[in-house]
Structure formats: C-alpha cells, structure tokens
C-alpha cells in the first residue's frame, strides 16, 4: 500500500454480500469498480446448478423451506410458525420487509424474484413453485444480453400480476 504512491489507500476485510445486503448503497455502480472477491458466490452458483437438477417438486420445496426461513428471521418469529399456505400479505410483509426477502432469496439461491411477486396474494408454495419456473427459464435462456434480460424481468412481473389474480379469483 505504501509503494502504491496514492495519497490515500484502505484496505478492508469484509463480508461484501453481508454489506450489500445491509446498506443498498453498495450496489451502486460507484462500487462496482470495487475488487471484490465474494465467497458465498461460488456457493450460491453451486446451489442454483443444484436446484436445476433436482426434479421440480424437490426444487419447489428446497426453495420453500428457504422461503419460510427468511420470512421467519424477517418477522423475528420461529419458523413452525410460518405456515408455506398462507398467503404473504397476511404476514405482513411490507415493502421493505419484501426487499429484505428479495436480497436474502439472491444471496442464497441466485435467484432474483420480483417485489411484485413478493408483496403480492400470492402463498410461499405458489411462490417456490414459480421460482423454478424462473430457474427453468434462465437455464434454457443462458443469454447475456442485457435487453433480453429486462424483457425476462417485466415477464416474471407481469406473470406475477397474473399468479395474484388468478389466486385471488380462486
């Protein structure tokens, strides 16, 4: 650091998807030129690849029981309490607990759920079941392109908008 000549340097040893996670700030592009190693990365792409292979109805329970996990530590209650039939709003959650539950899902699963589909009428089974739906998809996409990608992003939206209607009808 000292050979560096720069007239201020830091050194930092920190969790960065902890931070992230905790100060949204972080995901600013300003950070991005951040050389950061992540460990829980490679666990995360790990666990995704895992999810694609296992057969739809364990991947839907996987993600579930990582659902009421999350939900439970959000709301501060034991997770036995967490029914997966109950739908989400009547937990509570409001948009910023929805947030929190987004990070939590990208962190350990690789998955990136939309806020409407997470403060929506919609049951934590319903929402595991269409989180593998999303993975399904992006295996078969496998595409960089960033167009492509906002175009998958407003499908899950408005599939989602379809989900809540359609439980709402039911």
Known sequence: LLASGLPVVGLANAAWGELRARMPGLADPFWSEMPVHEAGSLETGSLRTQLTELPPEEATAHIQAVLVEEIA???????????????????????????????????????????????????????????????????????????????????????????????ASS
Request: glycine content about 6%; hydrophobic content about 45%; overall charge negative.
């Open 73 to 167: 530590r959000i709301l501060q209650q034991p997770a036995a309490t967490i029914s997966p039939d109950q739908p989400i709003q009547e937990f509570g959650v409001d948009s910023l607990m929805a947030v929190e539950l987004q990070t939590a899902i990208e962190q350990r699963l690789g998955l990136q759920p939309s806020i409407a589909i997470l403060t929506g009428a919609g049951t934590l089974r319903a929402i595991a079941a269409r989180l593998v739906q999303s993975l399904d998809r992006d295996a078969g996409a496998a595409t960089p392109d960033p167009i492509a990608d906002a175009i998958l992003r407003h499908e899950s939206a408005a599939d989602a908008l379809l989900l809540e209607t359609q439980e």
